[in-house]
């Protein structure tokens, strides 16, 4: 048997991940005639859009704001292709669904809002992702699915495919699987054609392009979906159909703590957590460890998984998600393990404790610090995802809110020499048990966690 070419290994490669594409049908209706505007409004901003050689052609402008050129129909269910393409990396774009505009927003200037395909030429390459313009910001950073980052072609155009079919919104690019989203907003809305705001006289002038812009709103099937592309639902305490397919199992139901214990005991503590109202509430001690219900960990033992929780924290609170505890390793107050750091870093002091802000959210606590920007950390009082995955080679990767912020070996020289300047170097071979139980932390203070869902890899 010949071998096979690298060109043709990445071919079969993104098989997997593909749908073919199929001429447009003439029974498909377009939203763009190719010659006018017709049917499309300007909102917001003041950059320019015109028609040149059957495509809509959107120009930066300086100081401008973001633009919008949206429908002046709302639609709900629909299958919405278009061609695209974008000339320079110094600007950004986007496709806009199921969006609104609120005419009082931004200072009396306008806004839209609403979900967004990202088209993102920037080194950082997000294009297919899901954004919440004017909102939530990102719901489905390129950081879930890394493999897709290349798809994206700068400089030509590209066929992109947008489903949003009841609550769930499917991108495409170039027949190439990018994102989905399972969202609780927005059953309807315009659909709208993004230039992004500019503040560098050599961002100004620059253009993107769309064309062959059709859209279905009958008779809706959905495209297939690989089943491991990672699933970001808000939905709470709940898995989508793509979820369940690819393995994933919830391991709260919000109503009841089954499937977990206390560390030190076999049964779900009696005091110091409620679990009945969508979360998993550890209530408030004073802080002290041992005075409230202590940590809770799964009945289960894990290896390799991907594991994704929501939480939120109350002002000052601490608590964490521990991987890989074995319950041989028991202070008072507290089980051992690796520790994906849950805390309010503004105002809780262990966040300036350790050693470079190792101890701060996300971090893996005591050993390796958070890389995280602000404007990816949800307020207090707000509910953020955090993420931990495994690999069955001992690769580790904790997420926040879609980003990863970390990565590690488990039981490399690297992380050896970061536990022996820790506090975690008083246990042996700290941190690299074969399984262990997955665990939540009762640090004393109120912090809720939900949506804590894990599939074995």
């Known amino acids: 048997m010949k071998k096979l070419t690298i060109n043709a290994a990445i071919i079969l490669l993104f098989a997997a991940f593909t749908i073919p594409f199929k001429a447009k049908s003439q029974s498909t209706p377009g939203l763009f005639d190719g010659k006018t505007l017709k049917g499309w409004k300007r909102l917001a901003g003041t950059a320019d859009y015109k028609v040149e050689n059957g495509a809509i052609v959107g120009t930066t402008v300086l100081n401008s704001g973001n633009t919008f050129l949206v429908t002046e129909k709302e639609y709900g269910n629909f299958i919405l292709e278009l061609d695209t393409k974008i000339e320079s990396t110094l600007s950004n774009s986007g496709v806009q669904t199921r969006s609104h505009y609120d005419p009082a927003g931004n200072k009396g200037k306008g806004k839209v809002y609403g979900r ?11 294009s297919g992702g899901i954004y919440d313009e004017g909102r939530r910001d990102w719901l489905y950073p390129l950081d879930l699915h890394a493999k897709a980052k290349d798809v994206f072609k700068v400089g030509e155009y590209n066929h992109i495919r947008i489903e949003c079919i009841g609550n769930e919104m499917r991108t495409w690019i170039n027949g190439v699987a990018i994102a989905n989203v399972v969202d609780t907003v927005d059953s309807k809305g315009f659909i709208g054609l993004q230039v992004h705001a500019v ?6 002038g ?3 392009y769309f064309k062959n812009i059709r859209i279905q709103t009958e008779n809706l099937k959905k495209a297939p979906f690989p089943k491991d592309i990672y699933t ?3 939905s709470p305490n709940s898995l989508s159909a793509n979820e369940k397919a690819g393995g994933w199992k919830l391991l709260y139901d919000g109503h009841t703590p089954k499937g977990w214990h206390g560390a030190t005991i076999a049964t779900f503590p009696t005091k110091g957590w409620e679990y009945a109202k969508g979360a998993m509430h550890v209530l408030p001690s004073e802080g002290k460890e041992e005075s409230g219900g202590g940590d809770v960990v799964t009945d289960d033992l894990y290896s390799a998984f991907d594991l994704s929780f929501e939480f939120k924290l109350t002002p000052g609170a601490n608590s964490g998600l521990k991987y890989f505890v074995t319950l041989s ?3 008072k107050g507290s089980a051992i393990g690796l520790e994906y750091q849950v805390l309010d870093d503004k105002l809780h002091p262990d966040a300036k404790l350790g050693r470079d802000g190792d101890r701060t959210l996300s971090s893996l606590y005591d050993l390796i610090p958070a890389k995280k920007q602000d404007r990816f950390v949800h307020p207090i009082g707000a509910w953020n995802t955090g993420r931990v995955v495994v690999y069955p080679n001992n690769h580790v990767e904790h997420y926040l809110n879609g980003v990863k912020v970390l990565e590690y070996e488990r039981g490399s020289k690297e992380f050896r020499d970061l536990v022996a300047i820790s506090k975690f170097v008083v246990w042996k071979n700290f941190g690299e048990a074969k399984e262990g139980h997955l665990l939540l932390q009762d640090h004393g203070n109120e912090v809720f966690f939900r949506s804590i869902k894990v599939k074995r890899l």
């Not at 503040?199 to 100004?204: I, R």
């Open 116 to 126: 967004q395909f990202e088209i993102d030429p920037s080194d950082r390459k997000w």
């Open 199 to 204: 503040s560098k006289e050599e961002q100004a």
């Open 206 to 208: 620059k253009k993107v």
């Open 232 to 234: 970001v639902n808000l």
């Open 329 to 331: 390793e028991v202070t």
